[in-house]
């Protein structure tokens, strides 16, 4: 192919570069990767499938040459200083107007130092999340670009070509200004989080509590996957359970170590909520929980300090099996709701002016928290596009109302027997506090006042107040 030729460039062809470049030769668009190590390249190469236009490089320069005017180049590298070293090789080889997206994970600030940094040199930048893992990046993604209106339109329709499709539309969408692309990606992997973390803790409670066995599970998580739970991650959850692990026969998730690792896009939304001063603590208590499953050998020791028994008895296998469903629809809920209410903030704090109807509706396919429940929050934002929380949505509120009984029982046995089911009890407390209209924090404003003189204000008179105490 002569020079200038290519539609679009990629950078970093690891398992989502090499899938989503794949995915957009697919869909007729001659790209070109690049590589710093040539084993990728020739990986990709490989891969490519006939009657499709790809070339791989691992000479940057030759990627920048081959594309067209002006050149739209994505990257998909480790969040970090991978993202700045890439963009110092490439920034002296681009012409002003070309376009570079940020297609990793990365930190929503970065994004938008870069985006101010790549303006001032001329360039179009924008910060784009991707999710759906190494299958969604080849077979179609949920995509969350935001920032520079302008260059999103030169990649709109590539971008709606290769997403995952909802009812023949599209998984992607503007979602907003500066960093907001990535500021919704990372909200997203929080509420992710969350939702892995009441999985785990249903699981628990089945399992190691009630003593189902795997294939036991693997019926219990079909079954949800065809009612009202339907998702991705019960989905994969059901397929788990199956699966053989080649070295000893038995099953895998049987011999898998519990220590859960991360990447940092669940701390990241915690972190980000504490400086916003938005609860979401379903969310902060799955990052929590894999902090602590980390230190495997200290818990061990704790075990023999503190042994328990930790068997259910008492209830039927039917019962727990309903309880435990309807628990985890009501966490899951909740999970969402805290995710939602901090975009909803954020959106306003940060200027970024993101669509809550446009980020449930293009959540619906694709990527890692899929599921049912995204239908009836497009809804509700549909009705009401400035809903602070979709708690306060009537039919969210009536579904709720319909599992509390069975998720307060759940959570009790759990507390009983000495299973941890924070997350679920995290999601119980956080729906008990929101529905409040009277919280306890007036006895906090008073030791605040009595200790600090920090004064408070009167549920009958207008005004701050202090107190003498003494
Ligand atoms: P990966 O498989 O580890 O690949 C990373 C790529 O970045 C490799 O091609 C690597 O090149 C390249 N790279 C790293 N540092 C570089 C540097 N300084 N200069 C040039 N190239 C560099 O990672 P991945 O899973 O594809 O993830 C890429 C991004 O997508 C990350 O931000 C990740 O968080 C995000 N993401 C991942 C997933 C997922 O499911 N994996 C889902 C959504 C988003 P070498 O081969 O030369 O090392």
């Not at 899938?19 to 990986?43: C, T």
């Not at 070295?247 to 859960?260: E, Q, S």
């Not at 959570?411 to 407390?429: E, F, M, R």
Request: glycine letters at 10%; one cysteine or more.
């Amino acid at each position: 192919m002569a020079n200038q030729q290519f539609d679009f460039g990629l950078i970093g062809l690891g398992v989502m570069g090499r899938n989503l470049l794949l995915n957009m030769a697919d869909h007729g668009f001659a790209v070109i990767g690049y590589n710093r190590s040539p084993q990728k390249v020739k990986e990709l190469e490989e891969e490519m499938v006939e009657g499709t236009t790809i070339k791989g490089t691992s000479d940057l320069k030759v990627l920048v040459d081959s594309l067209k005017i002006p050149r739209r180049i994505t990257l998909l590298v480790q969040a970090g200083k991978p993202v700045d070293d890439v963009l110092q090789e490439l920034i002296p080889l681009l012409d002003k107007g070309d376009i570079v997206i940020d297609g990793g994970n990365s930190h929503y600030t970065d994004t938008l130092r870069r985006v101010q940094y790549m303006q001032e040199k001329g360039f179009h930048y924008m910060g784009m999340g991707v999710s759906g893992g190494e299958e969604g990046a080849r077979r179609g993604p949920s995509i969350m670009p935001g920032g520079d209106p302008e260059a999103y339109q030169h990649v709109k329709p590539m971008l709606e070509a290769v997403s995952a499709k909802v009812n023949g539309e599209p998984c992607v969408a503007h979602l907003g200004k500066g960093a907001a692309g990535h500021y919704v990606k990372m909200v997203h992997n929080g509420i992710e989080y969350g939702i892995m973390q009441l999985i785990s803790e249903v699981y628990d409670v089945l399992h190691r509590g009630y003593g189902l066995t795997n294939d036991e599970l693997h019926e219990v998580f079909k079954q949800w996957n065809e009612g009202e739970l339907q998702s991705f991650l019960v989905e994969i959850t059901r397929d788990i359970f199956l699966k053989n692990d080649d070295k000893t026969g038995k099953r895998l998730v049987d011999v898998i170590l519990d220590k859960a690792g991360s990447k940092g896009t669940g701390k990241w939304t915690s972190q980000d909520a504490m400086d916003l001063g938005i609860s979401i603590p379903t969310i902060d208590i799955a990052v929590s929980m894999r902090n602590l499953s980390a230190l495997k050998q200290e818990r061990v020791n704790a075990a023999a300090v503190y042994p328990s028994a930790i068997k259910i008895t008492g209830v039927s296998k039917e019962e727990i099996i309903q309880e435990a469903r309807e628990a985890l629809f009501f966490g899951t809920m909740i999970s969402y709701a805290q995710g939602l209410a901090l975009l909803f903030v954020a959106s306003k704090e940060y200027n970024m002016d993101i669509p809550l109807p446009r980020v449930v509706k293009i959540w619906r396919g694709g990527c890692i928290i899929r599921s049912t429940l995204l239908e009836i929050f497009y809804q509700a934002y549909t009705g009401n596009p400035e809903l602070p929380n979709i708690l306060l949505d009537s039919h969210i509120a009536a579904l709720l109302k319909s599992k509390t009984a069975n998720t307060r029982k759940f959570i009790t046995t759990a507390i009983q027997v000495g299973i941890p089911a924070s997350a679920l009890a995290a999601s119980l407390g956080y729906f008990d506090a929101y529905r409040s209209a009277v919280m306890p924090t007036n006895l906090i404003q008073a030791q605040r006042d009595f200790f600090g003189a920090h004064t408070y204000q009167r549920v009958d008179e207008e005004g701050i107040f202090h107190s003498n105490w003494q």
